[in-house]
């Protein structure tokens, strides 16, 4: 391997390991993919292996978090990409690649993981994500996959609509994959795209169709009370402006028409598109609900 250097012997990671990746940056709206992360990581788990954070990352971009106190400099907090393996009590034993989302090497990155994939007898990936979509906090996120087993997005979501955008790292190392010969799941939510900060919803929905597909017991009860917290300060600061809760309650009628329209085509296999003139703009809907949540904090 040429980056990704192994810290313990790969002989006993176990039966049919599956790849999962979960990266931060761009795909990780609401911080869902990499909260879900840290909550797998909560089952029993070990690290593995670490990519060398010199190779990866532009640290005048992503520089690392150093603590001041009272003048004495404290630990750097360096952005890192590790693998641990996660052995949960059922469910088939997961190769957990998270971390920061790199800036260089991403084939190279690829080919390192491709190798310890067929080191171990790994043929499955799983990818944990979110997107901004024009989805209202008041309904349930939107769960869309990306892969290349028809049957299987068909069973956990749907299709993700057709469309060329810039490529993340996890989205690249996913397509990688596929050439490769692994049957690929990307599993992506779509969340409100006015709301800043964590948004727990996001991260409930991953863990549970994570353990729908791969039989990973994941206790997702401390997730409800976050979820509704956040749906209550939501409403909040939605309430507090017509103008906002009028954006809102747009998005609920093209939601809930989105939700009809798919389910009188089901059978066709396609969704209907929103065009841009029906979305509201990010920018109108999140400024005041961030300095509404904002001066709640303060």
């Not at 790199?102 to 799983?126: F, H, I, K, N, Q």
């Not at 955008?165 to 939510?189: M, N, R």
């Not at 939605?238 to 998005?251: F, G, I, P, T």
Request: net charge negative.
């Amino acid at each position: 391997m040429d980056l990704l250097r192994i810290e313990r012997s790969l002989d006993d990671i176990g039966t049919d390991p599956v790849l999962v990746v979960a990266l931060d940056g761009w795909t990780d709206a609401g911080e869902g993919g990499s909260v879900a992360a840290a909550a797998l990581l909560e089952l029993p788990s070990e690290r593995i292996g670490e990519f060398p954070s010199d190779q990866l990352y532009d640290y005048r971009d992503r520089r690392p978090q150093l603590a001041i106190d009272r003048g004495v400099l404290g630990r750097l907090d360096w952005p890192e990409l590790a693998v641990d393996l996660v052995s949960a009590p059922a469910g088939p034993p997961l190769l957990l690649v998270h971390g920061a989302e790199p800036d260089l090497a991403w084939r190279t990155c690829a080919s390192d993981l491709l190798e310890l994939a067929t080191a171990v007898g790994a043929d499955r990936y799983v990818g944990l994500g979110s997107v901004p979509g024009p989805i209202p906090h008041t309904r349930p996120v939107d769960l869309i996959c990306t892969g290349n087993d028809a049957e299987v997005i068909d069973r956990l979501g749907r299709a993700h609509e057709q469309v060329v955008v810039p490529a993340s790292c996890q989205v690249a190392w996913e397509a990688l994959f596929d050439a490769a010969g692994l049957t690929t799941l990307g599993l992506w939510v779509r969340i409100p795209h006015y709301v800043a900060g964590d948004y727990p919803e996001a991260t409930r929905a991953l863990l549970e169709r994570l353990s729908s597909h791969l039989g990973t017991p994941v206790d997702l009860d401390p997730f409800d009370a976050l979820v509704a917290e956040n749906r209550s300060k939501l409403d909040v600061a939605a309430s507090s402006s017509e103008e906002v809760s009028e954006h809102v309650k747009q998005l609920e009628r093209l939601y809930d028409a989105e939700q009809e329209a798919e389910q009188a085509v089901s059978g066709m296999g396609q969704g209907v598109a929103l065009s841009e003139a029906e979305v509201p703009s990010p920018d109108e809907l999140g400024a005041e609900i961030e300095r509404f949540l904002r001066g709640r904090a303060d």
